[in-house]
């Protein structure tokens, strides 16, 4: 194990008459041998304010790009062995409020061109005495001692004296449902390697029977489980037959791990169906890679959760992760950080150079995976916004005329938009089509369409000319002719638009089988429905799982959209805000991964969980059937990445 020979630590500090503060960092020399003639990188959420005079104590600014900071130290500084190098940064945009708001990674250049590695923990917070952890969770209680999460619509059931072996088809049954609970079974055994296996294919002494029923005058989707000496399983189409043995699958498995809280039913029925349609959730993997195991892992825990939609981010500002046959550049330049890397380190990444991305053998694998359990992969490219990478990777689609640095957008990048000017962007995004059809089943292709700085594209020759010739007004009219473009070549390839709520700027698109997100606030999502437009809520303030739990400095994550904890996740209503005669534009909720924090498997498991479950029971639990401390209870038994 390598250990770098050298530290980085950083502490946020308030300052009089700046409401930010500022860091103070801490280079420490663990080597044998002095340190001169350097630079210092790190990588910030917490950036600073390069378009004012950096006020730096004891080190000279160099550069940004968005996240990725450098520094050098004064003339003449020389650092010996065992000592360390102290600097402040300010102005920053922001004060750090969380433990994560800090540096996420670090390395060193040397003046022959070297880069070494440093090593960097969480921000700590000057002037504060320590906080103990914060308690997120409830012990919680359960009135019915059955373990099933989402909590069904209907259920009135009484325990059985004894838990069954195991569950296996009755005589006669067709070879159909045996596979369906074959596929259930191996469902299970990926996600509890030391469970014990619900179901077997033959006859089992000491087990249950259960009988399947395909019942047409039940709802796509719904299930009816009745118990007695055997169990009968009622369905009209695949996915209801699977949630059902879901349902049987979980019941099994609180009874077994939990004996004294949970129980398998002896008796009674469960009558089921969903709440909403759209059940989703959303990764984003340009941030931070996501190997192809922890994909089908995160799909599987959805179709354990009977969550049905898998939105997947496969391109942002940081990397285009989808392999695209037409442009090989996308997955090599586009996708490479680091210190001598087209694009700088981002979010965590060091010396070394970083990328990944997923072939389309590794597509067709995840979908196919993802179908085989009644889930749905929409894919997103994010545009116009959002496209460093492509741009970096295809510099042609930028307007040579314009001024790189004639704009920032959100996050701080400069000109990190498609230009709809510059028809080659058209060319680039219909070859891009072609391929994302062969590869993805789904009617809708998500585009993205969010955070467009209000100011881009301004500086462009060829968009003014545009705009003169076609009477648009500023960069939100700009967009709204690029996306009713885009939505006229999806159109073509037979798919729709779904997109974020930005995507209804400046004019929108036509509505008419258009989806869009709400995320900015729920309000949003309203006014969206009363344009025209089917709506899927997934507001920051609730169902953005990069957000913190707690006030405390110690929790990690983001806090854009305030402090979110699993309570306020479990018991927002994403409807509560409709009037009756938009509530059918509502097609249900998603849960958001943002991974800036997610920089570690654990801080994965601590942000997401148990709060992802929380969004299953939402998208699938009537308002009037839940219950927090009943979620407290059975939450703890959900599986994890």
């Known amino acids: 194990m390598n250990i770098p020979l050298f530290r980085l630590e950083n502490s946020w500090e308030p300052v009089d008459g700046d409401a930010c503060g500022r860091f103070v960092f801490n280079l420490v020399n663990l080597s044998r041998a002095p340190l001169s003639g350097f630079k210092l990188a790190y990588t910030s959420l917490t950036r600073i304010k390069d378009s004012e005079v950096p006020r730096c104590d004891n080190a000279v600014f160099l550069r940004r790009n968005a996240n990725f900071h450098q520094f050098a130290p004064t003339k003449g500084l020389v650092l010996q062995p065992g000592e360390s190098w102290q600097f402040t940064v300010a102005p920053l945009w922001r004060p750090a409020r969380h433990r994560t708001d800090g540096a996420k990674s670090a390395y060193l250049t040397l003046s022959d061109g070297t880069h070494l590695p440093v090593s960097v923990d969480d921000t700590l917070l000057a002037g504060r005495p320590p906080e103990p952890a914060p308690v997120l969770m409830p012990k919680g209680e359960v009135t019915q001692p059955f373990s099933l999460l989402p909590w069904p619509a209907f259920c ?65 989707e719904a299930y009816r489980l009745s118990f007695d000496d055997e169990i009968t399983l009622a369905f009209s189409d695949n996915a209801g037959c699977q949630y059902g043995l879901t349902a049987l699958a979980h019941l099994l498995h609180g009874a077994r791990t939990e004996p004294e809280t949970f129980r398998f039913p002896g008796s009674g029925i469960i009558e089921d169906a969903p709440r909403y349609g759209w059940r989703g959730c959303h990764l984003d993997v340009s941030r931070q890679f996501y190997p192809v195991a922890d994909v089908t892992r995160l799909i599987d825990i959805l179709a354990w959760m009977r969550l049905n939609i898998f939105h997947w981010h496969l391109t942002d500002d940081e990397a285009w992760r989808l392999e695209i046959k037409a442009y090989p550049q996308l997955t090599t330049l586009g996708v490479l950080r680091g210190p001598d890397e087209p694009m700088p380190p981002q979010l965590g990444n060091g010396a070394e150079p970083v990328g990944g991305v997923y072939s389309q053998a590794d597509v067709k694998a995840i979908v196919a995976h993802a179908a085989s359990l009644n889930v749905e992969v929409v894919p997103e490219i994010d545009i116009p916004g959002h496209s460093t990478a492509t741009l970096v990777a295809l510099p042609e689609l930028v307007d040579g005329q314009e001024a790189r640095d004639s704009y920032r957008s959100v996050q701080g990048y400069p000109n990190n938009a498609l230009n709809p000017a510059i028809e080659l962007t058209y060319d680039f995004l219909g070859k891009v089509f072609d391929e994302m059809v062969e590869l993805f089943p789904s009617k809708l292709i998500h585009i993205g369409g969010d955070e467009v700085a209000a100011n881009t594209w301004m500086a462009s020759p060829l968009a003014k000319k545009l705009m003169e010739k076609e009477g648009i007004q500023g960069t939100f009219g700009l967009q709204s002719h690029f996306m009713k473009r885009i939505q006229g070549m999806l159109s073509e390839r037979g798919r729709q638009l779904a997109g974020w709520d930005e995507v209804s700027h400046g004019g929108g698109v036509d509505p008419n089988g258009t989806l869009l997100m709400a995320w900015q606030k729920p309000e949003v999502g309203v006014e969206l429905a009363r344009q025209g437009y089917d709506v899927v809520m997934t507001p920051g303030q609730a169902y953005y799982l990069d957000m913190v739990q707690d006030e405390a400095f110690q929790e990690p994550g983001a806090s854009w959209a305030g402090t979110v904890p699993p309570k306020h996740t479990y018991t927002y209503e994403a409807v509560g805000e409709f009037p009756a005669e938009l ?17 570690n498997r654990d801080y994965f498991n601590h942000l997401v969980f148990p709060r992802l479950g929380a969004i299953a029971e939402a998208a699938w639990t009537p308002k009037d059937s839940k219950n927090w401390l009943r979620f407290a209870a059975i939450s703890p038994l959900m599986p994890k990445l």
């Open 156 to 220: 009135e059931l009484s325990p059985a004296s004894v838990v069954p072996v195991a569950l296996y088809p009755a005589e006669g049954t067709a070879v159909a449902h045996k596979q369906a609970m074959l596929r259930l079974g191996s469902l299970y055994r990926r996600l509890f390697q030391v469970g014990h296996q619900p179901f077997a294919l033959t006859h089992v002494h000491e087990g249950k029977a259960i009988h399947f029923e395909e019942d047409t005058g039940l709802a796509p």
């Open 583 to 599: 509530s059918s534009r509502m097609r249900g909720v998603q849960a958001c991964i943002w991974s800036e924090h997610f920089l």
